[in-house]
């Protein structure tokens, strides 16, 4: 089991930065992928950003590209995700996932955290 807890989020002005952090529990993290999504109220869970277990190869929904970056430290276990020049619009409850490949689809991720929240004030 892989335990994923997620820290960074809060309230931050439009054009402002936050940086997402999550941390898993077992030296399994180097050999998973790892993605964030977000959901928003009364939306779906929407992707955001991976990272393959190498950090070789990432991918980013296209309201991400250019202004989040996805990074990990598999001597942390930890996978990270930058956000700048933050918009009201990225007002969502963050989670991270871990799975055995990376991927778009929230299916392919085995391990959920709890989520933390950020709001985007105008």
């Known amino acids: 089991q892989v335990q994923l807890v997620e820290s960074g989020g809060g309230l931050v002005q439009a054009g402002g930065s936050l940086r997402l952090s999550c941390a898993a529990s077992?030296?399994?993290?180097?050999?998973?992928?790892m993605g964030w999504f977000r959901q928003a109220p009364g939306e779906e869970r929407d992707f955001v950003a991976a990272?393959?277990?190498?950090?070789?190869?990432?991918y980013y929904a296209d309201s991400a590209k250019g202004r989040f970056t996805i990074s990990r430290d598999n001597a942390k276990n930890t996978v990270y995700l930058q956000m700048n020049s933050l918009k009201p619009e990225d007002t969502a409850v963050y989670y991270c996932?871990?799975?055995?490949?990376?991927?778009?689809?929230?299916?392919?991720?085995?391990?959920w955290g709890q989520g933390t929240q950020v709001t985007v004030s105008s």
């Open positions: 077992r030296r399994t993290f180097s050999t998973s992928a």
């Open positions: 996932a871990a799975g055995r490949r990376i991927s778009y689809s929230g299916g392919s991720y085995n391990y």
């Open positions: 990272i393959d277990r190498s950090a070789g190869s990432t």
